[in-house]
């Protein structure tokens, strides 16, 4: 079974500094990968995600993220951070089994903390 | 505008009662899904619907129902409500492919048990 592994369940950073969020998904077959953020008291939206092709993906709000097959891990940078990324990230993993449902398994999160 | 609305933001249920959490989406979409969100264990899948009236489990559909009669609309079903179930209950529905697509959330419904 797929799973996936977001080592840090907090992350804090000063604004304007740069961040990382690390992921790492467990599966022997190809993968779907995704990045959600859920602000304060609200559902999730996705941030971005690797279908395929590069394994550079940009995402919105300044993020982005590298495919990494071979550590199997997919995290998430942003190079300067303000106070409004103050959220908690989930990633997440679906396979490529194909199918009628995509099911989506997600990591436990990480808050970033943005501090002035 | 996309939307996926769950009817209640905040819910508080007695201990055995029979709890509804809906969830209605306008996208046309086949697949929904009912997650439960816990602090340090991320998003559980309790149940998932490819099409009307089709149902699956997730990791933990234990004292769980759904129903899903319309494709519009997916339904939670506590049959007796316990405190262990008080939680963020999260509804998600996303096109059908071969695992692609984006899931789109609703709010989420903060039940508590008492």
């Known amino acids: 079974a797929q799973s996936v592994t977001q080592l840090d369940s907090q992350v804090p950073v000063f604004e304007e500094a740069p961040v990382e969020l690390r992921c790492n998904y467990s599966?022997?077959?190809?993968?779907?990968l995704f990045w959600y953020v859920q602000y304060p008291n609200q559902g999730l939206q996705l941030l971005l995600k690797?279908?395929?092709?590069?394994?550079l993906v940009k995402g919105i709000n300044g993020f982005e993220a590298e495919f990494n097959k071979s550590q199997t891990s997919f995290h998430l940078r942003k190079p300067s951070v303000h106070i409004s990324d103050t959220a908690e990230y989930f990633c997440?993993?679906?396979?490529?089994?194909?199918?009628?449902?995509?099911?989506?398994?997600f990591g436990t999160g990480t808050l970033l903390a943005v501090q002035p | 505008d996309v939307k996926v609305t769950q009817s209640s933001r905040y819910l508080v249920k007695r201990t055995g009662e029979k709890v509804f959490l809906e969830c209605v989406q306008d996208?046309?979409?086949?697949?929904m899904f009912w997650y439960r969100q816990d602090p340090g264990l991320g998003l559980r899948l309790i149940y998932f619907?490819?099409?009307?009236?089709?149902?699956e489990k997730g990791d933990i559909p234990e004292g769980y129902s759904v129903s899903r009669e319309k494709k519009e609309r997916f339904s939670l079903i506590l049959e007796s409500a316990s405190t262990n179930q008080t939680s963020m209950y999260l509804c998600?529905?996303?096109?059908?492919?071969?695992?692609?697509?984006?899931?789109?959330f609703g709010q989420g419904t903060r039940l508590t048990v008492v």
């Open positions: 690797y279908l395929s092709g590069s394994t």
């Open positions: 998600a529905s996303s096109l059908s492919g071969g695992g692609n697509t984006e899931a789109f």
């Open positions: 996208m046309d979409h086949e697949n």
């Open positions: 619907s490819y099409d009307v009236k089709m149902k």
């Open positions: 997440a993993v679906s396979d490529r089994t194909g199918g009628a449902t995509n099911k989506l398994i």
């Open positions: 599966s022997s077959v190809s993968v779907y």
